[in-house]
């Protein structure tokens, strides 16, 4: 491939979500969301993908998580899809910050219930003395809103990021892979081949 993929990347990035979804990737939507601590301390886990809109991308967390209680204190993070199905990987690095309670609310109401008592039950990153401790917070959970929708834990929200970095990387034999590294310049991007 001799041009880039497209003058957007986060076009790009649809896209490609799009074919993953249709080959039949077995998690299209996970991405490595990588945080840190402000003296520099990486962390990195597997989080779902929440949807790209106005060019931010969204996952969700307990706020009072790891990486909630990194991203209040350092914000910079690193983002990577990978479609092994495709040979394709996207890096993004950029800036999370919460969504609106309105946005956060709004999402939750599209989780199925079992998903809504399950933020309810854990206390995410924070130590528990047992499974059964987990499912009883499960049940009081199921019992709290039996017969009524479950509300959104007060802890708990959409983050968005805001990319300013986005490389799309594509296999190639040989390993002369192809390499676009977007660079975000006011409200449009720059664009260079990397070496693979």
């Known amino acids: ?15 490609w979500l799009a074919e993953a979804r249709h080959a039949g990737a077995l998690e ?8 840190a601590t402000p003296d520099g301390l990486p962390s990195a886990r597997v989080v779902l993908f929440k949807g790209l809109e106005q060019g931010e991308l969204r996952f969700v967390t307990h706020y009072a998580s790891r990486k909630g209680r990194e ?13 092994p199905e ?8 950029g800036r999370a910050a919460r969504a609106s309670a309105a946005e956060s609310d709004a999402y939750f109401r599209t989780r199925p219930r079992e998903s809504k008592l ?10 528990i003395a047992s499974r059964a401790l987990l499912e009883q917070r499960f049940a009081d959970a199921e019992a709290r809103f039996r017969g009524r929708d479950v509300e959104r834990p007060p802890g708990w929200g959409l983050y968005r990021v805001v990319p300013r970095m986005v490389e ?15 660079t975000r310049m006011g409200t449009g991007w720059t ?5 693979p």
């Open 71 to 83: 991203l209040e204190l350092n914000p910079e993070v690193a983002l990577v899809f990978f479609w």
């Open 118 to 127: 399950g933020a309810w039950a854990s206390n995410q990153s924070q130590p």
């Open 191 to 195: 664009v260079e081949r990397l070496c």
């Open 1 to 15: 491939m001799e041009q880039a993929p497209g003058p957007d990347p986060l076009d790009v990035l649809a896209g």
């Open 28 to 35: 299209p939507d996970a991405m490595t969301l990588a945080t």
């Open 168 to 182: 799309l990387f594509i296999a190639r034999p040989g390993r002369l892979h192809d390499r676009f590294r977007y």
């Open 86 to 93: 495709l040979m394709r990987q996207v890096r993004l690095e």
